[in-house]
């Protein structure tokens, strides 16, 4: 599996911003995270979704902010994020991991992609 993330830029506060991540193989039963790292701090959790979507989690910070979707015909997950705040600033990874169960540990993700940046401007 490889995936390609895209959607970063620069935006507002109170602006919105949707990311894109494009897999490429085979993600059957593959859950599927967004992660993100500002400068000078540790990668953290932003959202996860299984396979089917049934099982979703969202770190505190973004909850009722950001929403996280796939299409699993397009082998593509989305992170929809609205009401930006210049703490949102950072570079967002998405990550697969085989398994239905959520994660939220960078380190239970086998595959990364190369990461896209948004920054929220005050």
């Known amino acids: 599996v490889q995936l390609q993330a895209s959607g970063g830029g620069l935006v507002q506060a109170g602006g919105s911003l949707r990311l894109s991540c494009a897999a490429s193989?085979?993600?059957?039963?593959?859950?599927m995270g967004w992660f993100r790292q500002a400068p000078g701090k540790e990668r953290e959790f932003v959202a996860a979704i299984s396979w089917s979507g049934v099982r979703i989690n969202y770190a505190d910070s973004v909850k009722g902010r950001f929403t996280i979707s796939r299409d699993n015909a397009k082998n593509t997950v989305y992170l929809q994020m609205s009401s930006l705040k210049p703490e949102d600033t950072a570079v967002y990874y998405c990550?697969?991991?085989?398994?239905?169960?959520?994660?939220?540990?960078?380190?239970?993700?086998?595959?990364w992609g190369q990461g896209t940046l948004v920054t929220v401007s005050s």
């Open positions: 990550a697969a991991r085989q398994g239905t169960y959520i994660r939220v540990t960078s380190g239970e993700y086998e595959t």
């Open positions: 193989g085979r993600t059957i039963d593959y859950t």
